[in-house]
């Protein structure tokens, strides 16, 4: 086969995107040479390497085979240019980061203080649902993964970055929230807005609901904290949330913590990868700094 270093990238591009266009946009080219590019890459393996479908593209077999070859070139390359950057002062380089939408919450002012301090470094970064990372993490489509409740099925490096705390809220206006501990099975008239199946939040308080032998009549199932602290100050039910979402306050936005029997829940952000994989220099300073920066916050 002959197959350049940068078609490769183009179809590792194709198979992040699922778009001709995308890619090519990505790796800054033409889609109709984008397009000769990918033709030449199937000439070259000699069998069909994706599809359209709806204008959109699946890979096959063969074709994810591949995606998964030229990710592993490419992620070894990026190892050796960093390696090189680090012994000249790790001035420069790319860093990919993938987190649950709650980190939302505090990721951004972390990548901030880090890229002063490296101007020259690009971060890419993703905020997904926990199953979106998930997915991430075991295509090791990333450097590092920042998650609660990480998969307990996957060999990881794992470091325990901060506290997590799951609490509930309730209108800032319902008497609920003037009294002192209430027991959560005193709740059990009342109507639940939680975080989606999967979500970490929603993992926390499933598991806590059924040690409690508790059935929360659920009135919401809904993907953002936003959307849950938005339908609770408008009075449809109860919520669970990570108190990060409220920026660590008892109130906000016509919400307020509820002081129940057993919340907050102890849960963590974690900082992961896969065990086998070798870090770079650039995502292992990321990640000191992601740990001193914590510590001196909470220090």
């Known amino acids: 086969m002959n197959i350049t270093f940068r078609q490769l990238r183009l179809f590792l591009a194709l198979a992040d995107t699922h778009s001709v266009s995308a890619a090519a946009k990505m790796m800054h080219v033409t889609q109709?040479?984008?397009?000769?590019?990918?033709?030449?890459?199937?000439?070259?393996?000699?069998?069909?390497?994706?599809?359209?479908i709806s204008k959109k593209i699946?890979?096959?077999?063969?074709?994810?085979?591949?995606?998964?070859?030229?990710?592993?070139?490419?992620?070894?390359?990026?190892?050796?240019?960093?390696?090189?950057d680090a012994s000249k002062g790790l001035s420069r380089g790319k860093l990919r980061v993938a987190v649950v939408?709650?980190?939302?919450?505090?990721?951004?002012?972390?990548?901030?203080?880090?890229?002063t301090q490296y101007p020259a470094i690009d971060i890419a970064l993703e905020i997904l649902n926990r199953d979106g990372v998930v997915q991430r993490l075991r295509e090791n489509m990333d450097d590092l993964y920042i998650m609660s409740m990480p998969p307990a099925d996957m060999d990881l490096g794992d470091d325990v970055l901060m506290p997590?705390?799951?609490?509930?809220?309730?209108?800032?206006?319902?008497?609920?929230?003037k009294r002192n501990r209430v027991s959560l099975h005193a709740l059990a008239d009342r109507r639940?807005?939680?975080?989606?199946?999967?979500?970490?939040?929603?993992?926390?308080?499933?598991?806590?609901?059924?040690?409690?032998?508790?059935?929360?009549?659920?009135?919401?199932?809904?993907?953002?904290?936003?959307?849950?602290?938005?339908?609770?100050?408008?009075?449809?039910?109860?919520?669970l949330v990570s108190r990060h979402a409220l920026h660590g306050r008892q109130k906000e936005h016509g919400v307020s913590v509820i002081d129940i029997d057993g919340f907050p829940l102890p849960s963590a952000w974690h900082i992961v990868h896969p065990a086998s994989k070798k870090l770079s220099?650039?995502?292992?300073?990321?990640?000191?700094?992601?740990?001193?920066?914590?510590?001196?916050?909470r220090s």
């Open 32 to 52: 109709p040479t984008a397009s000769m590019q990918l033709k030449e890459v199937t000439q070259s393996v000699g069998l069909p390497l994706y599809e359209v």
């Open 58 to 84: 699946y890979l096959t077999d063969v074709g994810k085979e591949l995606a998964a070859t030229a990710r592993t070139v490419a992620q070894a390359w990026d190892l050796f240019e960093q390696n090189v």
């Open 101 to 115: 939408s709650t980190a939302k919450y505090f990721m951004p002012r972390l990548i901030g203080s880090f890229c």
């Open 164 to 177: 997590n705390p799951i609490v509930v809220i309730a209108p800032t206006s319902d008497p609920i929230t």
């Open 192 to 239: 639940f807005i939680l975080r989606e199946k999967g979500s970490g939040t929603r993992m926390a308080g499933d598991q806590f609901f059924r040690k409690m032998k508790f059935r929360p009549d659920v009135r919401l199932e809904l993907g953002s904290n936003e959307a849950i602290k938005e339908s609770v100050a408008g009075g449809l039910g109860l919520g």
């Open 281 to 297: 220099p650039l995502a292992l300073a990321f990640k000191m700094h992601l740990i001193k920066e914590i510590h001196g916050v």
